[in-house]
């Protein structure tokens, strides 16, 4: 059973996307928050190869297949999930100090990635480019954790 993070129950996360990041930005700001996030909890982020082509039932079948190689247990951040305040998520992954979220590709995630997911989030009505979900659900983590300790990041 896991303890929660007061307990003494190291955050690990495992974050999961389709595709390079290309953008150098973009780029840059993941490894700024990573770096920002790393002193309180472990954070690993694994690319998934992308699948290039026009049959798009092609490529989310192949992109499908790598990704249940690599995990059975995530959580999907997808715009058909729930959406919650920055406190809320904190909340969220104060009960979850161990997890891995899914970050789809341009094509998204099929169906069977969708009803696997263990739960499914959303960063937001609107639709940002995968690249851009990256970062802004980085920039979340971090926040939701400095919440859960007590730092001057969330106002």
Do not use: C
Request: avoid cysteine.
């Amino acid at each position: 059973m896991w303890r929660s993070p007061e307990q003494g129950m190291a955050m690990r996360y495992r974050i999961l996307w389709i595709g390079k990041t290309r953008e150098r930005y973009i780029r840059e700001g993941i490894e700024r928050y990573l770096g920002l996030i790393r002193p309180f909890a472990s954070v690993e982020t694994v690319e998934i190869r992308e699948e290039k082509g026009k049959d798009r039932i092609r490529a989310m079948r192949r992109e499908t297949e790598r990704i249940f190689k690599l995990t059975g247990s995530y959580l999907l951040l997808t715009e058909q999930g729930r959406e919650m305040s920055s406190e809320g998520f904190a909340e969220y992954i104060r009960k979850r100090p161990r997890e891995n979220f899914l970050i789809g590709g341009p094509y998204g995630v099929s169906d069977e990635v969708l009803e696997g997911a263990s739960d499914r989030i959303s960063l937001s009505k609107m639709t940002f480019t995968h690249e851009m979900a990256r970062l802004i659900f980085l920039e979340q983590l971090y926040r939701a954790i400095t919440i859960i300790k007590g730092k001057r990041y969330h106002h």
